[in-house]
């Protein structure tokens, strides 16, 4: 961000803002009962917030494109949009599909694919295979095979470690600015700007995430951790890109034998860090 690039992640993250602001006000006016759920705290909450994430990434990426400059890094950025937007777009809408859906039976990759073998398409195997898609769309920005299967493997994990992150008020927001502010700092610059829009969303969806005036939902928390995914994807050089996907990957192991909730519960700094900010 010291580039000559400021001015347009600047202008990106507040059309990003603004974008996702608006469309939040009227997803959270408009919901459906049937995208309402029962938070930790025994409130009903809607889970729209990933109307305004969607909304933010577009409206970001159509601010950058218009003002961008015919510069190396905004060439860069213009590939990498693509690939931001698919991967916003099949994850929001696979994990729409699975919020209206509601609360299912199955858990888990297990769970999941068991009832695929019985015949039962869930939610979640819709989301298996559009994080498949999402990972293909990442993957072709990607130099290398082993990269492109790093990438194709790091974006659906990452996004369905931020949908297990989504059980409290603000966690996966958190999780999302602790890897983004690195991310913009540190890593792929065409990739930060074309993620503006994200966290000009993130500015305006945590506040309403925290205060339990609304939720990611799958349809915000899917996107936010798969774009996540990607930047992580290309700001790490070998051998620490491989490194993170087996973190992640063993995360989401992890996850079907443990809850993340009573770790995090159970570890005094983790709780800590949790409730910041929660009302």
Do not use: Q
């Amino acid at each position: 961000m010291i580039g000559g690039w400021a001015r347009e992640f600047v202008v990106a993250c507040g059309a990003g803002a603004a974008g996702c602001l608006l469309t939040t006000l009227v997803a959270l006016r408009t919901a459906p009962e049937s995208l309402e759920r029962i938070n930790v705290n025994g409130r009903r909450v809607p889970a729209v917030l990933g109307f305004g994430i969607v909304t933010g990434v577009v409206s970001g990426l159509f601010a950058s494109t218009w003002l961008g400059s015919a510069t190396l890094l905004w060439v860069s950025a213009l590939g990498y949009s693509a690939s931001v937007l698919a991967v916003a777009g099949v994850m929001f809408s696979a994990g729409l599909l699975d919020d209206r859906k509601g609360d299912e039976a199955a858990r888990g990759f297990r769970g999941h694919l068991g009832a695929a073998r019985r015949g039962a398409i869930t939610g979640g195997l819709v989301k298996i295979a559009a994080g498949g898609l999402a990972g293909l769309g990442a993957a072709l920005s990607a130099a290398g095979v082993l990269m492109k299967i790093e990438m194709f493997l790091l974006v659906p994990l990452t996004a369905n470690l931020f949908n297990l992150l989504d059980r409290a008020p603000g966690r996966a927001a958190k999780a999302g600015w602790l890897l983004v502010v690195p991310l913009v700092l540190f890593g792929d610059p065409g990739w930060a700007l074309a993620a503006a829009g994200l966290i000009g969303a993130l500015v305006v969806v945590t506040p309403f995430d925290l205060r339990e005036r609304g939720m990611l939902g799958d349809a915000g928390a899917n996107p936010l951790g798969a774009i996540i995914g990607f930047g992580t994807g290309l700001a790490l050089p070998e051998p620490f890109r491989a490194a993170a996907v087996l973190v992640v990957a063993g995360l989401n192991l992890a996850s079907e034998t443990r809850s993340f909730s009573h770790v995090i519960e159970s570890t005094p700094w983790l709780r800590r860090l949790d409730r910041i900010g929660r009302k």
